[in-house]
Each structure stands twice: as C-alpha cells, then as structure tokens.
C-alpha cells in the first residue's frame, strides 16, 4: 500500500527559531517525487518544496529545506527563522507516476511570538 | 497568470441531494485532478481528468462523477448525498505527464445535512 505517515500531530515553535517536522512514506515504485505543501486557516494549499527522489542532493527554498534519506524513505522539512505567517498545517506528499497525490494526515504548526 | 479558482466557495446541501462544483485550471494547464478532504485529514484522491476523459481515480463510488471541458475546466458531481461527504473538495490543475508538481485551488467546503 503506498502511505504516507507524519508521526507529529502538532508542532509548536519560537519565531525566529527552527522546527523540523517528520514524514515517512511507502511505495514499492522507484522513481517519485515528495513534496511539502502548506495549508493556512485561508484552505489554500501551496506548495512548500520538491524533491526529486532520483536526486541525492537535499532541495531547499529560502528558509525552508528537506532531509531526504531514500533508503530509510523518510523526508523531513525544516524551517528556520519561524515567522508568524509559517502557522500552518503541513502535508508531506508524494506523486506516482499516475499522477495522483499520496498525502499525509499533516502537522499543525503554530509559531509563538 | 491565473491560478486555480473555485466555485463556490460554500455550500450546504440535504442528504440525498445532488451537487455540482466548478474548478477553473490554472493558465496553460490542461489536466485537473479532484480531491476530497475531510477534516483534520489529508487530501484523498477522487479522480483526474486529462483531454476531457477520466485518467485515474481513487477509492471512490461511482456517484462521484466528473466532466472536463475543451478550455480544460472541469467540474465534479456528487449524486445521492451522504453525511460522510461533508468535506473541502479540492481542485488541482497541472501540465499533463510524470511527476508534475500540481497547483491547488482553494477549495469548497461542502456541508451535507
């Protein structure tokens, strides 16, 4: 079965410090891409960061970066400098060559001023 | 460039009751996808539609049913209504091919009484 499971229900984080958040995945299938979307209170999903599995090389975005371990299929974002507008809830994803999105349950993120 | 809108926004509807919801692609994309969200979960994949034809679909009964159209809108259609439909219906529109990153609309949140 391909899954996709985020252990941390809620995460909470000082602005301006760092929070890393979790994401393990199933799939028998080779080649995939993982993604980090955002979805705030507005229900806008947006996406966050991609990583091509089939790079061994970590993507990163600004202040947003991932941990890509394919052997130990796991793929955790981390965010440094946490900002207000970081609150969200986060989905770990995948996409198979069918074109269909494996989400996770997602992690609410709150950021404490 | 435009991205993805939906319409509307919200709707409440009876159980037994039949619902349309509408899904603009974003410019350029001409293949939509369908996702079903209840809440405190991820997104579930309903189906995707490429070229105005079903081209996958998930774990979801035939009164789900879709359309898209040659300017590649598309819409959703839930027939026979039930409690448990109640959700965020998200449309994502994206370039057809393998692994292609998928752009989200922000929603309808369906309401089922």
């Known amino acids: 079965a391909q899954t996709v499971t985020q252990s941390q229900p809620e995460m909470s984080v000082q602005e301006a410090e760092t929070v890393t958040l979790s994401c393990t995945y199933d799939?028998?299938?080779?080649?995939?891409?993982l993604f980090w979307y955002k979805q705030p209170p507005s229900r806008q999903m947006i996406l966050v960061i991609r990583?091509?599995?089939?790079?061994?090389q970590n993507a990163t975005e600004n202040r947003f970066s991932v941990n890509f371990q394919k052997a130990a299929k796991s793929f955790s974002l981390k965010i440094s400098d946490s900002q207000l507008g970081d609150a969200a809830m986060y989905f770990c994803?995948?996409?198979?060559?069918?074109?269909?999105?494996?989400f996770g349950p997602g992690t609410s993120l709150s950021v404490i001023p | 460039e435009t991205g993805v809108t939906q319409s509307p926004t919200h709707l409440i509807k009876t159980r037994g009751q039949q619902v349309t919801l509408r899904c603009s692609s974003q410019?350029?994309?001409?293949?939509v996808s369908w996702y079903q969200q209840a809440l405190g979960q991820g997104p579930q994949f309903i189906f995707q539609y490429y070229r105005e034809e079903e081209n996958g679909r998930g774990n979801f009964p035939p009164r789900f049913s879709g359309l898209q159209f040659p300017n590649y809108s598309s819409e959703l259609n839930v027939n026979a209504l039930e409690l448990d439909d109640s959700a965020l219906y998200l449309c994502a529109s994206s370039l057809t091919g393998a692994y292609v990153t998928q752009y989200f609309g922000p929603g309808t949140r369906l309401t089922v009484l």
């Open positions: 990583q091509e599995a089939y790079k061994q």
């Open positions: 799939t028998s299938e080779s080649d995939y891409y």
């Open positions: 410019s350029g994309h001409n293949t």
């Open positions: 994803a995948y996409i198979t060559s069918y074109d269909k999105v494996i």
